[in-house]
């Protein structure tokens, strides 16, 4: 919201100017994206195909400049999220007879699902660490730990197995390096004796970038392993690609050249993964270069406001996020690389 904000307030700015860009450019706000963007990024994204539309990318929201996330890590550095997780709503089901709770039969609906979602909950999806931007992000900040984490950083193909093991304590690297496993719904019983016909479950998966909607899928298939159980996919969709982060990647690099220019204290800017979703995934098949940031500080203890209570953003933050769009506005227009050649849609 307040990224969207301050980019109408840059083009104003801009349009005070009577600034006339060289390199074309779309502004695309989209009203529905906290449900989906089906009718906003989704129809938006339809018009651009239809009109034979390539991009050189895309900038969206969805990572931030972080502070504190990273034990041990002094400094913020800026994290440019290059892929996306996907995710699944699965229902599982369990149906029986229904009966007189006086003679019950040895496991009801409620006790066969409860277990069975227990162990998923129990059993998490496999550390996925190596397979995604993640590792890349942390060899790039290696010298900004204290001994001995930046040996470590340094040297991961020793520590592998350490840092990933280590990135599992907190839960918000923990999403990072697995797909997450999270038990949402339960809805099961009629009547305080009646043997319930129905249980129901939901669990909301989201898939690490390194697996997939089918992988994800069998994994917890095998976790269940109870054939009375009934699998219902809710809906689904996979991780997005991975966007491109090296030297040529023109998107990702005018987003490096302005954060080292608005944020001069930063170091490093490194790539990720977004472990919400953003409507960037309606774009696709416009670009091959998705990049999601967002130029504000985020720290922890601020993390649990983001759609929760007291969501805000100081007044200076926000000028801020003004700032940066007005620059990097006029950097992408500046930059004299040619887009990068594209495929055909
Ligand atoms: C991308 O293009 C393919 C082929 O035209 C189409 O089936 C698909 O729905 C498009 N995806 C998106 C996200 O627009």
């Known amino acids: 919201m307040s990224l969207m904000c301050a980019i109408l307030q840059a083009l104003e700015l801009l349009l005070i100017r009577n600034y006339i860009p060289q390199r074309s450019f779309f502004i695309a706000l989209g009203h529905d ?34 502070d504190g996330f990273i034990p041990n890590l002094q400094k913020p550095f800026a994290m440019v999220a290059v892929s996306e997780k996907g995710a ?13 709770s006086s003679a019950p039969p040895k496991e009801t609906s409620i006790g066969i699902l409860a277990a069975a979602v227990s162990r998923l909950e129990q059993t998490p999806m496999p550390n996925m660490f190596g397979g995604g931007p993640l590792k890349m992000a942390l060899q790039q900040l290696a010298n900004e730990f204290p001994f001995p984490a930046n040996i470590v950083l340094s040297n991961l193909w020793l520590f592998q197995p350490l840092v990933s093991r280590l990135m599992e304590r907190n839960y918000i690297t923990n999403a990072l390096v697995r797909t997450t496993t999270a ?5 099961a019983g009629v009547k305080v004796n009646v043997i319930p016909p129905v249980a129901q479950a939901t669990i909301n998966f989201r898939i690490h970038p390194a697996q997939t909607v089918q992988e994800v899928l069998k994994l917890a ?27 040529q990647a023109l998107g990702y690099q005018l987003l490096r050249q302005t954060i080292q220019s608005v944020f001069p204290e930063v170091n490093i800017v490194a790539p990720g993964t977004c472990i919400g979703n953003t409507d960037s995934r309606h774009y696709t098949n416009l670009t091959t270069g998705i990049y999601r940031f967002n130029p504000i500080y985020l720290q922890p203890q601020s993390f649990s406001s983001i759609h ?18 007005f620059e990097f506005i006029q950097n992408a227009d500046a930059d004299p690389r040619p887009v990068p050649h594209l495929h055909e849609l």
Request: no cysteine; glycine share 6%.
């Open 88 to 100: 699944i709503n699965l229902m599982l089901q369990v149906n029986m007879t229904p009966g007189h």
């Open 33 to 66: 994206e906290e449900v989906s963007g089906v009718n906003g990024a989704q129809k938006i994204s339809a018009l651009l195909q239809a009109r034979g539309i390539q991009l050189a990318f895309i900038v969206d929201e969805g990572s931030f400049l972080l």
């Open 308 to 325: 929760g209570i007291n969501e805000k953003i100081s007044v200076q933050a926000y000028e801020t996020q003004v700032k940066f769009i």
């Open 221 to 247: 298939k095998d976790i269940v392993a109870d054939d009375r159980i009934q699998f219902h996919v809710l809906n689904a969709f996979d991780p997005l690609p991975v966007s491109p982060s090296d030297d």
């Open 183 to 187: 038990l949402t719904m339960f809805n």
